[in-house]
RNA sequence: GCGCCGGUGCCCGAGCGGACUAAGGGAGUGGCCUGCAAAGCCAUGAUUCACGGGUUCAAAUCCCGUCCGGCGCUCCA
């Protein structure tokens, strides 16, 4: 039985999917605006890592995450640029998806386009006017109105008191609005702005209408899981449920939130300038590497960046290659698993996905393969090297996939390079140590580490 | 200002009332292995979990207070 943290119960509860077997999920994408950074790695991680996990258990996950085309920034970068804001989101969201896939993020099942979800948006700010949860302001839009929910602000653990006693504590409140908790479902046309038509008029629409319209489409009036970055539960996540609700529908079961990623102890954002873009990491680190040093953090603890945890996490992934190295030259074959490892691990992830204590059941078993080749006691090898591919594809790790520079140049000089081994070898079986050394020597500056077994000799890049 | 979350060894980071003699990773040190390396294995490291009170037979884990940090109350992953 697999327990996760509901933010909006505060608890980690039993997970009991709607449909057994099945699990619908859907997540908020990023604005695209911009390139993404390594916060927004993190939280596609978190999500792809918990769909993962719950195919390795055996659901059918149906995943959906959305790409959100139209917001203000975006209008502002295409004026700034003096390109179209279809272009731009278009551009933006090319970039979004390549830097994902190359970090190994799974494609969502659907993908909606905000701008695609106009009509669904429409009907549904049209059943909110009709159940009088929401304003016209004349000129200004269409507005929800906070106080016919008496539940907001049940996410984040706050009353709509307390919630209207620091409204406007960092933004100015729009003195239009009935009530300063109130939000825009449709904003009226502006010069200058894309606009749709609308019963009310052209316009555009607010943020949060967008997800409800898309997440019940895709996957019905109720859902089992509504995920995104913890920045997103206050307004965001908050105004979906104000929405769905108002509208009677039952929405997301569970809410999951994921923390944020820090630099020097402040969340990594483009306002603070203190980001480092997904692709810029991806040139020097691989994918891998990340991705082990985010499962290490709990998806729900804020989570330090730095070049020391980077090099800590490159190490640990040389571990782990090299112990795979090993056993592929040995030549290992398919065993049975280690029942025991193997309920420590889906006991760590049952519980809301606790990828630390996994990724040390790995490593447990890791140093337990190292003693066993060690040993040469292949039995227990083979188990462990069964049992560690298998825990190791539930989190989307891959103990064969080294750093993945130069592979084109790699298979013209393997020639080469078995043949200075050979010659070494020989040197070596001669007692001829200079000579040995000084192959190694020649090798080494051409970033190839030699490594002696009692089976011969393997070497890797560094 | 209001609210939420957190402060664990040199670093990252689990644990959230009893098997904690505090997981795992990285770095360090000693040893084994090796012709020497590399890789690996073994050993070693917090008498202590920001600080001060309290509850309990029992607290890193619960309660209160203090200090420090992060996040939210704008757009944000």
């Given at each position: 039985m697999i327990s996760l943290y509901d933010t909006r119960q505060r608890a980690v509860l039993p997970f009991e999917p709607i449909a057994p077997g099945q699990v619908s999920m859907y997540v908020c994408g990023p604005t695209v605006y911009d390139v993404p950074h390594l916060g927004h790695a993190r939280t596609a991680l978190t999500f792809d890592m918990i769909r993962r996990y719950l195919q390795w258990r055996g659901f059918e996950v149906t995943f959906v995450s959305n790409i959100t085309d139209i917001d203000d920034k975006i209008i502002a970068r295409a004026a700034a640029s003096g390109t179209t804001e279809a272009e731009l989101a278009m551009h933006y969201k090319q970039v979004y998806m390549k830097q994902m896939e190359r970090f190994g993020i799974a494609r969502p099942d659907h993908q909606p386009h905000a701008t695609e979800y106009i009509a669904q948006m429409l009907d549904l700010i049209s059943e909110l006017l009709k159940r009088k949860v929401a304003y016209v302001i004349k000129g200004k839009g269409i507005y929800f109105s906070v106080a016919t929910h008496e539940s907001y602000g049940d996410l984040i653990g706050r009353t709509v008191n307390e919630l209207r006693e620091s409204a406007g504590a960092r933004v100015e409140v729009d003195?239009?609005?009935?009530?300063?908790?109130d939000f825009a479902l449709w904003k009226a046309a502006k010069p200058g702005e894309p606009v749709w038509d609308s019963p009310w008029g052209p316009g555009r629409p607010g943020w949060h209408i967008e997800c409800v319209a898309m997440a019940t489409h895709l996957l019905g009036e109720i859902f089992d899981i509504h995920g995104g970055g913890d920045d997103l539960a206050f307004p965001h996540h908050q105004n979906e449920i104000a929405e769905a609700e108002g509208a009677k529908l039952d929405f997301a079961r569970y809410w999951i939130h994921g923390a944020m990623l820090n630099v020097n102890g402040e969340k990594m954002a483009k306002s603070l300038e203190n980001f480092t873009t997904l692709s810029g990491l991806l040139d020097t680190h691989p994918p891998q590497v990340l991705r082990l040093l985010m499962l290490q953090t709990h998806y729900r603890t804020v989570m330090e960046l730095s070049d020391d945890s980077l090099a800590s996490a490159t190490g640990a992934m040389q571990r782990l290659n090299s112990w795979h190295r090993r056993s592929l030259a040995i030549g290992l074959s398919t065993a049975t698993m280690d029942a025991e490892a193997l309920a420590r691990f889906t006991a760590a992830m049952d519980d809301d996905f606790s990828t630390p204590a996994a990724v040390a059941v790995i490593f447990d078993l890791v140093r337990a393969g190292n003693a066993a080749l060690d040993a040469t006691d292949l039995t227990r090898a083979s188990e462990i090297f069964t049992t560690v591919h298998h825990l190791c594809d539930a989190l989307g790790?891959?103990?064969?996939?080294?750093?993945?520079?130069s592979t084109t140049t790699e298979t013209a000089l393997t020639q080469q390079i078995d043949e200075l081994l050979d010659q070494r070898n020989q040197a070596r079986a001669a007692k001829d140590f200079t000579r040995a050394d000084a192959i190694r020597d020649q090798l080494a500056a051409e970033g190839i580490i030699l490594e002696d077994g009692p089976d011969g000799t393997i070497w890797r890049h560094p």
């Open positions: 003195a239009n609005k009935a009530d300063p908790l790790i891959d103990p064969s996939q080294e750093n993945p520079t």
